[in-house]
């Protein structure tokens, strides 16, 4: 079996991977496409990150690709049990990975202080309400599943790349955080703010 992720450190999309084929134990080598995407859009004829080549098979984008994995190596599941919980799951990994990355991106973009304060705007509610939503909750179904890993990995981005931190007045959703980071004892800690 070989495993080659086509990825870059920094991006959330390839880190929700790297989580997913590290809680299944699966081996796999990297590719950088940061020096040179030459060898990515020769394999997959695109140039998004992250692509996964499976034995010389080509999978393009983290949800695909975590999909196409438990497929494949069934063990330690990303998803609850349940078809309705996996429906949930499924939305809430959509809705990371769509609605909450605009939010992140907007951040990242911003270059000036006026437009940090807009982005910071622009996020506070989501992190209003996830806030709310982690509320006395530790995973979002009892074991972790992709839900908690989209989410995490986009507030993660924020610390690792953006440089900044949750305010403290949203304490449920930091604690889910930590516990989050604990868990998952990230390469991706060491550069965290
Ligand atoms: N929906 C895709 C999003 C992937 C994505 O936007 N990747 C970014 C890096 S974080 C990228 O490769 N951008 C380069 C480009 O658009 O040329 C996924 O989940 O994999």
């Known amino acids: 079996m070989s495993i080659?992720?086509?990825?870059?450190?920094t991006s959330m999309y390839c880190e929700k991977v790297r989580v997913v084929l590290r809680m299944k134990n699966i081996p796999y080598e990297v590719s950088d496409v940061r020096p040179n995407r030459q060898?990515?859009?020769d394999f997959s004829g695109q140039?998004?990150?992250?692509?996964?080549?499976?034995?010389?098979?080509?999978?393009?984008d983290s949800t695909f690709i975590s999909a196409f994995l438990e497929e494949k190596y069934p063990q330690n599941s990303i998803y609850p049990k349940g078809a309705s919980d996996k429906g949930l799951c499924l939305m809430l990994e959509d809705w990371a990975d769509e609605v909450l990355n605009l939010a992140v991106r907007a951040f990242r973009r911003a270059e000036t202080p006026e437009a940090r304060k807009e982005a910071e705007k622009g996020i506070e509610i989501h992190f209003r309400t996830l806030d709310q939503f982690f509320t006395g909750k530790q995973f979002i179904f009892g074991q972790m599943t992709m839900a908690d890993i989209a989410i995490f990995v986009q507030l993660h981005y924020l610390y690792t790349v953006v440089k900044y931190e949750i305010p403290a007045a949203h304490k449920n959703l930091i604690a889910w955080m930590d516990m989050m980071r604990q868990s998952l004892?990230?390469?991706?800690?060491?550069v965290a703010a």
């Open 47 to 60: 140039r998004k990150i992250p692509v996964m080549d499976h034995n010389g098979q080509c999978v393009i």
């Open 39 to 41: 060898p990515l859009i």
């Open 185 to 190: 004892k990230l390469p991706s800690l060491d």
């Open 4 to 9: 080659k992720l086509y990825q870059s450190e």
